[in-house]
């Protein structure tokens, strides 16, 4: 099994956290220089389908790309420490969660950094309008983060979860261009200071070459 991954990209990042904190080794991980074009070209397309990372391929040549899905993949071979829930309602609960901190601070703050973060021009047809929009709207979003974690420990109740992992990696990948949780978000503070000391942060943030 191999996993293909680009340093900084907060999609394959996911899938890094998330087999780190399951302590899976031995899955072969494939770096990409995304500025390179690699996963553009003909023999990437024609597994993955699409031009994106992060893609999983399996031994017997299934190709999964969308990290979601390789993380639930991850999950059902890897079941423990579980990340997406145990029961119908704790697994509905971190599902509302992590779809909420994706649509409104994840995509949004990651639409925000390629328009505006002049490394990434080569990826994007960056226009500063839609970054600036995008920064905002994400940026507005970590209120309803800020709120709930005003009243739970982690996102989705008392108990840590992907969407966790979710919202943290697309506010982390925002600080290329300087955005950071406003200073009266103290619920949200206290939650990046302890995500940021987990053990999974570093390694999945820190690329293999
Ligand atoms: N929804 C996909 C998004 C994948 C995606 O957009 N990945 C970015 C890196 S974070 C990528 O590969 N971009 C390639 C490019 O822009 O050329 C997922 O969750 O995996």
Redesign the pocket.
């Known amino acids: 099994m191999k996993i293909h991954v680009?340093p900084i990209?907060?999609?394959?990042r996911?899938v890094l956290w998330v087999m780190a904190e399951k302590e899976i080794s031995d899955i072969e991980v494939e770096t990409y220089n995304?500025g390179e074009g690699r996963?553009?070209q003909v023999g990437y397309l024609r597994k993955a389908g699409l031009?994106?990372?992060?893609m999983l391929e399996l031994d017997d040549g299934t190709a999964i790309?969308?990290?979601?899905a390789i993380c639930r993949y991850l999950e059902s071979r890897w079941p423990e420490p579980n990340l997406f829930g145990t029961t119908p309602e704790e697994t509905a609960v971190i599902e509302m969660w992590t779809r909420r901190a994706e649509m409104n601070v994840a995509i949004p703050l990651?639409v925000g950094v390629r328009h505006t973060f002049p490394p990434l021009a080569a990826?994007?047809k960056q226009d500063p309008v839609i970054g600036a929009f995008n920064l905002e709207t994400g940026t507005e979003g970590l209120k309803i983060l800020d709120r709930q974690l005003g009243r739970t420990e982690w996102l989705a109740g008392d108990r840590f979860s992907i969407a966790d992992i979710v919202a943290f990696i697309g506010l982390d990948f925002a600080r290329l261009v300087k955005v950071r949780p406003p200073e009266t978000h103290k619920h949200l503070i206290r939650w990046v200071e302890v995500m940021r000391a987990r053990p999974a942060a570093a390694t999945s943030a820190r690329q293999p070459a």
């Open positions: 680009a990209a907060p999609n394959p996911r995304l996963h553009k031009p994106v990372l992060p790309t969308e990290s979601l990651m990826l994007e």
